[in-house]
């Protein structure tokens, strides 16, 4: 079993930044492919960003790319996502998942556990 919260949501106006953090407990954080996903009210849940468990690997939905980075400290098992650059239709619910496999998803599907989620606002 791995533990995931998440911590770092809350309210930005368009055009700032926010910094997501998700500790894991449990079993050994280093071997497991790390993802962000988000779900919008109304929406279904969406791939953000993954990385894989030595960071060689790093995945970003287009919507995000340029503006977000994945990273992990396997040393404080901690994953990060930061946020710049943000616009309101990035508000949802930010969830951080471990995939235990080698290789990285986009697909919520593969991954066996979840945080309970973040808010993210951001104002216009």
């Known amino acids: 079993q791995v533990q995931l919260v998440e911590s770092g949501g809350g309210l930005v106006q368009a055009g700032g930044s926010l910094r997501l953090s998700c500790a894991a407990s449990g079993r050994t954080f280093s071997r497991y492919c790390m993802g962000w996903f988000r779900q919008a009210p109304g929406k279904e849940r969406e791939f953000v960003a993954t990385i894989t468990w030595r960071g060689d690997r790093i995945y970003y939905a287009d919507s995000v790319k340029g503006r977000f980075t994945i990273s992990r400290d396997n040393a404080k098992n901690t994953v990060y996502l930061q946020m710049n650059s943000l616009k309101p239709e990035d508000t949802a619910v930010y969830y951080c998942?471990?995939?235990?496999?080698?290789?990285?998803?986009?697909?919520?599907?593969?991954?066996?556990?979840w945080g309970q989620g973040t808010q993210v606002t951001v104002s216009s």
């Open positions: 998942a471990a995939d235990d496999d080698i290789a990285p998803s986009l697909d919520s599907g593969a991954y066996d556990y």
